[in-house]
């Protein structure tokens, strides 16, 4: 799940700055969103993931524990990156 959160997170700095109009932003994030739960064999339909996330968003603490894993596998990715004062690139 830590890992998903991730690469969607990542895609969604991608598309915020492509500097796309929100509809279009939009549309982009849901087709590469798509094409990301295909290649990790997530059925699109009610998707797992879906299921998944709404199981942990009603547990707040669990989804706080991932949500640990996530900001710090970002934090790491920035710093290889050498972004200044590791800060997180979407924000």
Request: glycine share 6%; proline share 4%.
């Given at each position: 799940m830590?890992?998903?959160l991730?690469?969607?997170?990542?895609?969604?700095?991608r598309?915020e700055?492509s500097?796309?109009?929100?509809?279009?932003?939009?549309?982009?994030?849901l087709?590469?969103?798509r094409d990301l739960?295909?290649q990790?064999?997530?059925p699109?339909?009610?998707?797992a993931?879906?299921?998944s996330?709404?199981?942990?968003?009603?547990?707040?603490?669990?989804l706080?524990?991932i949500y640990?894993?996530?900001t710090?596998?970002?934090?790491?990715?920035?710093?290889?990156?050498?972004?200044?004062q590791?800060?997180?690139?979407?924000?």
């Open positions: 830590a890992g998903l991730v690469q969607l997170h990542l895609l969604e700095a598309v700055i500097r796309l109009q929100p509809d279009s932003a939009r549309a982009l994030f087709s590469q969103k739960l295909w990790r064999h997530i699109l339909e009610d998707s993931f879906e299921r996330y709404r199981y942990y968003a009603s547990h707040g603490k669990d706080s524990d640990v894993v996530v710090d596998s970002l934090q790491a990715k920035t710093r290889r990156l050498g972004s200044p590791g800060q997180l690139p979407y924000r």
